[in-house]
């Protein structure tokens, strides 16, 4: 049981670590990854994010991942932990 909470605790960090990367290189943001909080609003506060940055995030996240988000899903671009979700439940599915 421990060692499978590890792998899960592991692959998420992995997760949380690839979207920051992606985010960073994609959007040209002018951080490290360890400087993103994973609760960091993406749009608004936070990383003051737009629209447009938005659709960037969607077209990242299916060349990193492979998993779709639906347009206009702006609810699981809320945060990074939100993006992970969104991520790691796709990849069971």
Do not use: W
């Not at 605790?9 to 951080?31: M, S, T």
Request: proline share 2%; hydrophobic share 45%.
């Amino acid at each position: 049981m421990e060692k499978k909470l590890q792998d899960i605790i592991h692959a998420r960090q992995e997760v949380l670590l690839k979207i920051k990367e992606e985010l960073i290189d994609r959007l040209q943001l002018e951080y490290r990854p360890e400087d993103i909080d994973d609760d960091a609003f993406l749009f608004g506060g936070g990383l003051s994010l737009d629209s447009i940055d938005a659709m960037e995030i969607i077209l990242g996240m299916q060349a990193c991942f492979d998993v779709m988000i639906p347009d206009g899903d702006i609810a699981s671009m809320r945060t990074v932990n939100t993006l992970a979700d969104l991520v790691l439940n796709e990849q069971v599915a």
